[in-house]
């Protein structure tokens, strides 16, 4: 069964900095591209950022382009996305997602909420 | 404002057809980028509930359908249930943007 649990929320006060960590399993985690979806409380899907199989391309939305950093490790089945420079405004459950080859995200975690708050 | 535009609530009775739509442009949904579709559960994470424009996942009632034309696309439930009250969002690609997502449909069963 595919699983992927994500982990590092919490509230931080913004201009600070957090690390979500997204753990996959029941699958072959080196097959697919693996992104980051958020949603604020009340609002809709937002792609956030995206890495491919092989860590080959990143891409990020213009939201979050230059604060947010996307990565893998292989070795631990681990998706990451360090988050600097948080903003009010960056609170949201953030879900990682796993996509198919041809687009759709057919697998996602329960989500981890984020909260930036002074 | 999102790139791809859903009508915010739908409504209908058990039993009824209900049509959810997700108009695009031509840089998107226009241009030939395939749309997919999500149901959310209240407090749960999204669902993924048609593929490639019409395809649904295993597991997936016959009564969700999908159709793409043009810039647009829609989301189709026949033979509505209660269980079926949940939020529904399209989703597709960009050329300038990279991955969008509709701003979701809340479908409410009266």
């Known amino acids: 069964e595919v699983q992927l649990v994500e982990s590092g929320g919490g509230l931080v006060q913004p201009g600070t900095s957090l690390r979500l960590s997204c753990t996959a399993s029941?699958?072959?985690?080196?097959?697919?591209?693996m992104h980051w979806v958020r949603q604020s409380p009340g609002k809709g899907l937002e792609w956030v950022s995206g890495i491919s199989w092989n860590r080959g391309s990143e891409g990020y939305a213009d939201s979050v382009k230059g604060r947010f950093t996307i990565s893998r490790d292989s070795a631990k089945n681990s998706l990451y996305l360090q988050m600097n420079g948080l903003r009010a405004e960056d609170t949201a459950f953030y879900f990682c997602a796993r996509r198919t080859l041809l687009g759709w995200f057919d697998s996602w975690g329960q989500g981890t909420l984020v909260a930036v708050s002074s | 404002q999102s790139v791809l535009t859903q009508p915010p609530s739908v409504s209908g009775a058990p039993g009824q057809r209900v049509t959810i739509s997700c108009t695009g442009s031509t840089s998107n949904i226009g241009a030939g980028y395939d749309v997919h579709w999500y149901q959310q559960l209240p407090g749960t994470a999204p669902k993924l509930l048609v593929y490639h424009n019409t395809n649904r996942p295993s597991g997936v009632p016959d009564r969700f359908s999908g159709s793409k034309s043009g810039t647009s696309a829609s989301l189709a439930i026949i033979g509505l249930q209660a269980e079926d009250e949940a939020d529904y969002y399209c989703q597709s690609y960009d050329g300038s943007l990279s991955i969008v997502f509709g701003g979701g449909t809340k479908l409410t069963v009266l």
């Open positions: 029941g699958f072959d985690f080196d097959d697919y591209a």
